[in-house]
């Protein structure tokens, strides 16, 4: 896959802190982190997009900040899009996968796209984006006890739909492709 990777300034981290906080504050929060503290990961995903779409489409570009729980994170050329950013503790690797939780199906986007954040190293990876239509489509679902692999079994309220990152389409022809819808 055509991935888009970089590291992450420390100022986007402390950047995305600083909204998880906000957001805390504001709506709480979906899921208790219990092994971390690392919840601001989707904003690091979030701020990391919006610079790199900034850079790469003449589409203007919206990110919606304000009462963002349940909406679209973006606007983008008129096509709303749902941000979705997990962690990890290496590097992106052949036959990986990227979720939503069950809740985020009925979230009213046109699209997801899809960032790995390596912890370690503090490099995002920008994986793709595809239709929601085409990830309900084709995503798996995992109900909670369903084992997703052998290091992942699915928590009662975690249960997510799934699907594999070769489904994606590449960042720079996803983005070429909102102008098209």
């Avoid at 092994?35 to 003449?58: F, Q």
């Amino acid at each position: 896959m055509d991935f888009i990777i970089g590291d992450v300034p420390e100022e986007f981290i402390n950047e995305a802190i600083r909204i998880r906080e906000e957001r805390d504050g504001l709506y709480g929060n979906i899921f208790t982190e219990k092994c971390s503290d690392l919840r601001w990961v989707g904003e690091i995903g979030e701020i990391c997009l919006n610079k790199w779409l900034r850079l790469n489409t003449s589409l203007p570009v919206e990110w919606i900040l304000e009462e963002a729980a349940g909406k679209a994170d973006f606007i983008v050329g008129g096509s709303s899009i749902g941000m979705k950013t997990v962690k990890r503790g290496g590097p992106v690797k052949a036959g990986y996968t990227a979720q939503i939780t069950a809740k985020h199906a009925t979230e009213p986007v046109d699209h997801f796209f899809f960032a790995s954040y390596e912890v370690p190293r503090k490099r995002l990876w920008l994986l793709g984006g595809i239709a929601k239509s085409n990830f309900m489509q084709g995503a798996t679902y995992y109900g909670a006890g369903d084992e997703v692999h052998k290091h992942y079994i699915v928590r009662e309220g975690h249960e997510i739909y799934n699907i594999e990152i070769e489904k994606l389409i590449p960042p720079r022809l996803w983005v070429s492709s909102l102008g098209s819808s």
